[in-house]
Each structure stands twice: as structure tokens, then as C-alpha cells.
């Protein structure tokens, strides 16, 4: 377990390098709102769900933060992460269009001074608590899992249980040509996991209250 640890702390130092020259580029939220077009079809629907590879609701992304925003749409360009939707609307993004919806989408909704509390309100069971212990989700996401220590981490809590399900999954899967998230850092840790045990902690982190939301486009409303 030490082994691993020390590399996971190699791996994640230099994926962090990587993730700061993406940074330089500075997003204009106005811009971004006008550049949603794209986005609002899926992510501006509440309940909407995707079909592939399973059925799930797609992720809440207003008040996810600008940097995992940023390094999710990268990685979908990249086709480090493999979803044939979410990489043919990433390949036509510039950088800056990426950081501009990125900025965008991470003050979305926000309220000013609006405060989670720093630990879950909700405790997990025995079980969930041991899982959450195994990889130390906290010690990345945060210990209320809504103030990841990295801003290119993700905020979990609140987030759909279905989509958190799907997402860990995908870190487990190998050399598949339309599925899969090439992450060296969650491949490690979902693999340490069964399908039931993922789907267990993603209901729990589902529960949570967070800063993540769905706002409908007017349009939609």
C-alpha cells in the first residue's frame, strides 16, 4: 500500500505540472456564456440523461470548479477520456473557448457567501466509510468532498449518483477504442474496487449537499 501511495503522489505531482500550462490561458465568463450553445442541450436540462455507454444523468457542472472543468474538456479533446459525444463537441473548442466556458460554467449559479460545512453532514455507514477510507477520497476531494486540495480536482458531493457510478467505472477500463478514462491517479484507485462497492460510494457522495447544480437555460424552463 506505501508502494502505491508513493507512486500515485509521483503520478499526481506530475500530472499537476502538465495541468498549469493549461492554466496560463485566462477565461472570460461573459465570453463562455456566449459560447454555451453546445453545452446547454445536455448540461441546462434538470434530469436529462444520457445513453451511452448506459443510461445516467449527465453531469451538473455549474459551480464545478474552472480548472477540473478545463482539464476534463482537455482530456475529452485529447481522447484520454473516450465518449464519442463529449469528444466530437471538445475537438472543436480552442483553448481559450475552453477556458472561457470553463469560467462560465464555475460561477454558474454560485451564491456569494453561501458556505458548505467542512465536513459531510450526512455520516457514511461502516461499509461506505471503510471504502472512502481505502483510497482516501478525502484526501483529494476534500473532507467535505466539495473543496478538492487541487482546483483541477473535481467536486463530488451532490453530484448524481448514476453519473459518479459511470464515471469510476470508466477509470477501470482498458483499451477500448469508445469507453474509458486514461487517469493514472483514479485508474489506480477505482481498480481497487468491485462495481457494487463504486456503486455504494456513489450514493453516498450523491447525498451530500454541494456547490454542484443544473440551471435550466431559459428556453428550457
Known sequence: MNKLFTTIVALALSSLAAASLAQDIK???????????????CHGI??????????????????????????????????????????????????QDIADLSAYYSGHGVVAGAELPAKPAKEPGTEVLALLNKANCASCHGANFSKPIDPSYPKIAGQHADYLFVALKAYKVDN???????????????KQYTNAELKSMSNYLAGLPGDLKVIPESRFR
Open 27 to 41: 477565461g472570460d465568463a461573459n465570453a463562455g456564456l456566449a459560447k454555451n450553445a453546445m453545452c446547454i442541450g
Open 46 to 95: 434538470k434530469g436529462y440523461q444520457a445513453s451511452f455507454p448506459e443510461v445516467y444523468k449527465v453531469p451538473m457542472i455549474s459551480g464545478q470548479g474552472a480548472s477540473y472543468i478545463s482539464s476534463a474538456l482537455h482530456a475529452y479533446k485529447k481522447g484520454d477520456r473516450k465518449h464519442p459525444t463529449m469528444r466530437a463537441v471538445a475537438i472543436t473548442l480552442t483553448d
Open 176 to 190: 477500448n477504442a469508445k469507453v474509458g478514462r486514461a487517469h493514472p491517479i483514479m485508474g489506480a484507485m477505482a
